[in-house]
């Protein structure tokens, strides 16, 4: 399994097999494990995306007639969790834009092979951990499945009891003793249930067990039957869990041949009585099964919901006996229809279900509309009476970016039949997430295009706070946040969009939307004779960006700018759990005698010593400190302590979130060199601020 973790699949889309040849030759002497594929087309592509287990996809935007667009196409239809790379000759801003934007985690120059190296580790990385987590889920969860499905079917009988008390009994278990309800059973004394001459051996025999000091797991005993009746037994004891709590289980063996009952039993507890067809909770568990696969990159799946139009209408002309005619007959109509490998249930009263394995859409969409056409064409025939129906039918995809919650999926695929049943019903739809019933990665795709597409149409803006000095420091400081105008005229600000910009890897083009920004603003400043520092905050994918200080190194001599005059923010927590990758980055900005900041600091352990290892300029004091500063001595303490140190470092602090007077007042005593805060300034479009007035 470690080996496996550690190989990469990669498949390789390039105009010729002697380039794939070389990336792969070139990698594996990096010391990567890589299995690679090559495909030159859509054709090639396509198959071995349905073929085989792929990682990472290695696109050239260099091919003449298929495009990346087309790539990722191919991508979303296999429905697998597969990372896009795109690699050209030419690697500007506009090719990295329009690459993210159709799908690609990133850019890399064909040139630039330690690049590529880096960024197909990291994306590799990602997707182990991701599919090591949905496989432990589906162990754990077959496991748990397994495991109550031997306890309730189980020909022994079997209950759990926790210190002393029943806290589970199987079927068989509640039989034996008369019970016909586990309610009648729960938190019973097993002590109780044996005759009590021998109730001292069994108590004795149990605090035995719990110390481990038995040399014996058995003990023959008289239990008592709820009608009086002796029962004579061997009963096993071993230590088990239920629900995450120790226990012990007893297991009373029964040597009676009992297989044709248990097949009887089984079929009665999978099926519906009036139809024939899989019950709701058989269906349910299935259902789950297909996510877990799904999500895990095993198959993808397909839930065809029907529900009878008009259905009470319809009880009322017929009677209950008669809607049982009508609800079998559309039962044989699935089930004439549905492909063999189908899971086919009566899900309600009125409502079915089938679980397709999704390997093609197009059958699927296909048996989904052509069900109310055929329940339509049906007369069903009751007593003396004809009638005919309407269903309507939806389609919910299972896929890696679906839902982990069953409930959801059967509660998307309901709503959709509402929907057409509103409009008169006897039709199919395919269900497509709205606002409000996404999960988080469905929102964060929103987010992530929404980012994209404001990118694209320049409807992106920097906003500016000014960072004012307390201690008639010279020059002018603004740190920069975004705001995103949607089409529809909503404005997005940073907060509302950062989590998911991260999430997603988008945070890395805003990071170099503003830094571009951030340089422009420099050199028409400077040219007005003004010398402005800016404060530009980075992601944490920025920090792991090898190729960033070099691409800030050339945007600066393109505009003949000076890197002093920008400061690079990165988050004290993130520069702690990336440590080697911010010293890199702080180092090569330095070089390029660009500043280095880390913001939110303060609240580790030892938040000096990391700023030994990225020989930050300035520390911007954590938020936390700021809460109820004029009143809170304990805060006031803290921050002093921190600008103090700073200051025996020739480290500059800024204090954030001044947000009135009496804050404002209070620093003033506590050593620090810059604050920023509402009360100052908000956010401005425009770098408009006095500075003369403090």
Not at 400 to 408: F, I, K, T, V, Y
Not at 453 to 460: D, F
Not at 576 to 587: I, R, S
Request: net charge negative.
């Amino acid at each position: 399994m470690e080996n496996e973790e550690k190989l990469i699949r990669l498949l390789i889309v390039d105009e010729g097999f002697h380039k794939a040849e070389q990336i792969t030759s070139s990698l594996r002497a990096a010391g990567m494990q890589v299995r690679a594929e090559f495909a030159e087309d859509s054709e090639d592509m396509c198959e071995i995306l349905e073929s085989k287990t792929v990682d990472l996809v290695l696109f050239s935007l260099d091919l003449l007639e298929f495009s990346l667009s087309q790539g990722q196409h191919l991508i979303q239809e296999c429905g697998r969790h597969v990372a896009l790379i795109a690699r050209a000759k030419k690697v500007d801003t506009e090719t990295i834009i329009a690459a993210i934007d159709e799908g690609a985690k990133d850019v890399v120059s064909s040139e630039s092979l330690e690049h590529l190296i880096q960024v197909i580790k990291r994306e590799a990385y990602h997707i182990n951990i991701w599919r090591r987590a949905m496989r432990l889920e589906l162990e754990f969860q077959e496991s748990e499945k397994r495991c109550q499905n031997l306890l309730s079917h189980s020909k022994d009988a079997v209950a759990y009891v926790h210190e002393g008390m029943h806290i589970f009994a199987n079927e068989v278990y509640m039989e034996l003793f008369g019970n016909a309800d586990f309610d009648e059973l729960e938190g019973t004394p097993i002590i109780d249930m044996v005759i009590p001459s021998q109730q001292a051996e069994l108590k004795t025999f149990l605090r035995d067990h719990s110390r481990k000091e038995n040399d014996r797991n058995e003990l023959n005993l008289q239990l008592i039957h709820s009608s009086g009746e002796k029962i004579s037994a061997t009963l096993e004891f071993s230590r088990a869990s239920y629900e995450g709590e120790p226990c012990t289980q007893i297991l009373i063996r029964s040597s009676a041949d009992t297989s044709e009952l248990e097949k009887q039993i089984n079929y009665l507890h999978q099926h519906d009585m009036i139809t024939g067809l899989y019950n709701r909770q058989f269906f349910m568990n299935e259902l789950k099964t297909s996510i877990t696969q799904a999500v895990n990159s095993i198959s993808q799946s397909a839930l065809v919901f029907i529900t009878i139009d008009n259905f009470q209408s319809i009880r009322d002309m017929v009677g209950i006996s008669g809607c049982d005619t009508l609800i079998s007959d559309i039962a044989k109509i699935l089930i004439e229809n549905a492909s063999d490998d189908d899971i086919v249930a009566r899900f309600g009263a009125h409502s079915y279900s089938c679980l397709s394995k999704a390997k093609d859409k197009q059958p699927v969409e296909a048996f989904a509309a052509r069900i109310p056409e055929l329940v339509e064409q049906h007369i069903s025939e009751i007593g003396d009476q004809s009638i005919s129906a309407t269903c309507s039918s939806s389609v919910v995809y299972i896929d890696e970016n679906s839902p982990d919650n069953a409930n959801e999926i059967i509660s998307r695929a309901e709503k959709t039949c509402e929907e057409l049943q509103n409009q008169g019903g006897n039709k199919y739809q395919i269900y497509v997430p709205k606002a409000g019933e996404m999960t988080l990665d469905e929102e964060d795709s929103v987010t992530a295009g929404l980012i994209k597409n404001a990118l694209n149409h320049n409807r992106i803006r920097g906003m500016y706070q000014p960072i004012v000095g307390v201690k008639a420091q010279g020059g002018e400081r603004y740190v920069s946040s975004l705001e995103i105008n949607s089409e529809d005229g909503q404005t997005l600000y940073q907060p509302d969009f950062q989590l998911a910009a991260e999430r997603t890897g988008t945070a890395k083009m805003l990071d170099r939307w503003r830094i571009l920004h951030a340089i422009k603003k420099i050199s028409d400043t400077t040219q007005r004779g003004h010398k402005i520092e800016f404060f530009v905050p980075l992601s944490a994918d920025s920090i792991q960006d090898p190729g960033l200080a070099v691409w800030v190194s050339e945007n600066l001599a393109k505009t003949k700018t000076n890197g002093e005059q920008l400061v690079f923010m990165i988050d004290e927590a993130q520069a702690v759990n990336q440590l080697k990758g911010a010293k890199t980055l702080a180092k090569g900005l330095q070089q390029i005698h660009c500043k280095f900041a880390i913001d939110e600091f303060g609240t580790g352990l030892n938040p000096f010593q990391l700023v030994k290892h990225v020989n930050a300029d300035y520390v911007r004091i954590n938020h936390v400190y700021m809460d109820n500063l004029a009143q809170n001595n304990e805060n006031q303490d803290s921050i002093r302590e921190l600008t103090y140190q700073a200051g025996d470092m020739g480290i500059s602090t800024i204090t954030p979130g001044v947000t009135d007077a009496a804050v404002l007042s209070v620093l003033w005593t506590l050593n620090v060199d810059f604050v920023q805060g509402e009360f100052l300034q908000a956010p401005q479009k425009e770098l408009n601020y006095d500075f003369s007035s403090m």
